[in-house]
């Protein structure tokens, strides 16, 4: 039988992680659900958590075990969905239990809606909550899409849809899913619901922290491809600025 909803979740060495994601998961209100868990060549225990989780609950399907990169792990991971519904988690995030029967139903009640996102919190490595995601605050707009991925999480999106722009690209090795949204808002209606049902965890290890330059400039790509698309390119240009800044805090002494 067709489960209603898809989630994918690929992981590199998230065993720190991993078992607390897909127990968010398994303590989902809504049940009518498959997990598409991709090992992108892990050399820690997550394949073994992933397994363990496996063998408890049916709905998880491990795939992978070669080391491809993130690009392609999230494709061929998408390929294997069999839901009527697809969303994505990430393997150090975390869902609030209503988190797919919230959005499902929206999409179940509006055939026009082709994705809903919600709100997120920030936590920490320890997860501990540091507030609002700024991105989600940001009113939704197909224009100031744009300039502002406020579409970040949690994001469930009907599958047709999905299909019919194609899907994620490989191309873009991170910012996939900016580009994605980019052409689903040009294909069909979005909804935001606005309440906070993802966590969307901020460490070190974390792909926006590891590779945020080449996250830069694939975002940046992602923009001057929907300009294109959108027939933008002839009156306007888009021009990449990257800032850093300095952050100084006071030294504890631990000596004391």
């Keep these: 039988m067709q489960p209603l909803v898809t ?5 590199y060495n998230r065993a720190g992680f991993l078992k607390e994601t897909l127990r968010s998961l398994q303590l989902q209100t809504m049940t009518d659900w498959e997990a598409i868990l991709w090992n992108d060549g892990s050399t820690d225990n997550s394949e073994e958590i992933a397994r363990e989780m496996a063998e408890m609950d ?10 491809i990169g993130h690009a392609q792990s999230l494709v061929r991971s998408c390929a294997e969905a069999q839901g009527r519904y697809i969303g994505v988690l990430d393997s150090d995030d975390l869902l609030e239990p209503s988190a797919l029967e919230e959005t499902a139903a929206v999409l179940e009640s509006r055939p026009e809606i082709g994705m809903v996102y919600t709100d997120h919190v920030v936590i920490d490595g320890n997860g501990q909550r540091r507030g609002l995601g700024r991105r989600c605050q940001i009113p939704l707009s197909k224009d100031r899409m744009l300039l502002d991925f406020m579409t970040f999480h949690f994001r469930l999106i009907r599958m047709k849809v999905f299909l019919q722009v194609g899907g994620f690209d490989e191309s873009y090795p991170l910012a996939m899913d900016y580009d994605l949204c980019l052409r689903l808002a040009e294909v069909t209606e979005i909804e935001h619901l606005r ?3 993802y966590r969307y965890r901020v460490h070190r290890a974390s792909l926006s922290c590891q590779r945020r330059l080449e996250q830069i400039q694939c975002s940046y790509d992602a923009v001057v491809a929907a300009m294109k698309r959108r027939g933008l390119d002839r009156e306007y240009e888009c021009q990449l600025e990257v800032r850093s800044r300095h952050i100084i805090k006071k030294v504890t002494d631990h000596a004391g």
Excluded: K
């Design 7 to 11: 989630i994918v979740t690929t992981y």
């Design 58 to 67: 049916s709905r998880f399907r491990i795939f992978g075990g070669e080391r």
């Design 195 to 197: 309440t906070p049902l």
